[in-house]
């Protein structure tokens, strides 16, 4: 964090030492530090973090896909067609319950509406 602390003073003080060199006369030193501090908040609150989230999402689509074309996640072929590979299957037993469950849901509730409705 001290590193980091370190870094983010040298940036501000490059900027107000480029800027300032320019409107010095202008803008008394408190009032440019206020200006300072407030633009580099606004930047740590709005901007980094999202700049953080898209950095993070392509690292993890980077990662999904380099883990996704190892051959353990091929499918394979035999005599009679593809299989799923050992990884896909070994994916699909172990979370066969909530796959089920995702897979007919919608068509049981479509039932339970429709029996709803029905007057008997």
């Known amino acids: 964090m001290n590193d980091k ?16 060199a ?4 202008l803008i008394p030193d408190d009032e440019w530090a ?4 407030q633009q580099v908040k606004l930047f740590l609150e709005q901007d980094l973090p999202d ?6 999402r ?3 689509k980077h990662m999904a896909k380099a ?6 996640w091929q499918e394979q072929w035999t005599n009679d067609g593809t299989i799923a590979s050992e990884a896909v299957t070994r994916l699909v037993q172990e979370n066969a319950d909530t796959i089920f469950a995702s ?3 919608n068509m049981v509730q479509a039932c339970v509406n429709q029996m709803r ?3 008997y």
């Open 5 to 20: 602390q370190l870094a983010l003073s040298d940036i501000k003080q490059r900027v107000t030492d480029t800027i300032k």
């Open 22 to 25: 320019r409107f010095a006369e």
């Open 34 to 37: 206020a200006l300072i501090d």
């Open 51 to 56: 700049i953080v989230k898209d950095e993070l």
């Open 58 to 60: 392509q690292e993890f």
């Open 67 to 72: 883990k996704l074309a190892k051959l353990e």
């Open 103 to 105: 897979f007919v849901s």
């Open 117 to 119: 409705q029905q007057t």
